[in-house]
Structure formats: structure tokens, C-alpha cells
């Protein structure tokens, strides 16, 4: 605990040097894309993404699922990706599933792991573009879903190719 608190203390002189602009973060977020993936703590998107502070906005959850959309029992996962596609205007969301991950796993899936995490990351997106904030989005270009698999053993990261049916490196 030790460690976070000191990195937490010296943040603002860590975020000088980095030529971090904390004035304009305080002013306002205007992040340029939205990151849905997996809470798991082997996935770092700011590292895998290269972003900088207010860059990068994310949704982090179990297995990155996407919950249906429900106007009777809107969830916390709902209201945040409403926020990103219509108050903060987003154009790119990510789903980012990630290799050897305990949600997939746990999810009862027999056979190749790393396919059915693929199939998962698939899944996210259609459930996203059901979204009533999504969908017209899709319709007029104005928004573009993108699935990612991330390899946690060799840092790499690929991308669903939907012509080829596959993840394809970036």
C-alpha cells in the first residue's frame, strides 16, 4: 500500500514532468475514445493504448461484459457508455477482450479459451449496438465499434477483421 501512496503524493510533480497539462484536465474531459474491457489487473489499457490523461475513456468490468440494455433496470455500465456516446460525443469504442481470463473461464467454456474470448469480445459488440444511444450512431457513421484481443503473455493485441471473420494483429 506503501508504494500507491507515494505515488499518489507525488502525482502533480510525476504529471509536470510528463508535460501533463492538470489545468486543462481540471477544466473539462474531452476524451477521444472509450475503452470497454475486463477489470482484470494484467490489463493496463493506458499502457496498451499509449494514451495520456484525458485521453483514454474507460469502462472497466467483469469479463469487459456489456450488460443488455434495460430501460426498466438501467445499470451503472448503461449510464456510463450513455455518457460517453451522447455527453462526451465519442466516435471510437473499444472492446477489449484479453487472453487467460478467469470471467471467460469461468463462464463454463469447454475447448479453446482463446476462441471462446474472441467470440466474447464478438458478443460485447453486438449487445453494445442494440444500445438506443448507439444504434443511430452506427447508422450515421458517426460512431464505430472496434473489438480487440489482448495477449496478456506476449503484449500483443489484435483486432476482429469482420471481412475475414478473424482477429488480425493491428
Do not use: K
Not at 73 to 78: I, L, R, T, V
Amino acid at each position: 500500500m506503501e508504494r500507491f501512496r507515494d505515488h499518489a503524493r507525488t502525482y502533480s510533480a510525476r504529471a509536470a514532468a510528463h508535460s501533463v497539462d492538470l489545468d486543462r484536465l481540471a477544466a473539462g474531459q474531452a476524451p477521444y475514445v472509450m475503452i470497454i474491457t475486463c477489470s482484470d489487473a494484467r490489463l493496463v489499457p493506458a499502457l496498451i493504448t499509449g494514451s495520456r490523461p484525458g485521453d483514454l475513456f474507460e469502462l472497466r468490468t467483469h469479463g469487459g461484459t456489456v450488460p443488455r440494455f434495460d430501460p426498466e433496470d438501467p445499470s451503472g455500465e448503461a449510464a456510463t457508455i450513455e455518457f460517453a456516446v451522447e455527453g462526451l460525443r465519442i466516435a471510437d469504442i473499444i472492446v477489449c477482450g484479453h487472453s487467460h481470463c478467469e470471467a471467460v473461464g469461468s463462464a463454463g467454456t469447454a475447448g479453446d479459451i482463446t476462441a471462446a474470448g474472441h467470440w466474447h469480445v464478438v458478443q460485447q459488440l453486438d449487445v453494445l449496438s442494440d444500445y438506443p444511444c448507439v444504434a443511430p450512431r452506427l447508422v450515421d457513421g458517426t460512431l464505430r465499434l472496434h473489438a480487440w484481443f489482448h495477449e496478456i503473455g506476449t503484449g500483443g493485441t489484435l483486432q476482429h477483421r469482420p471481412g475475414a471473420n478473424a482477429f488480425l494483429p493491428l
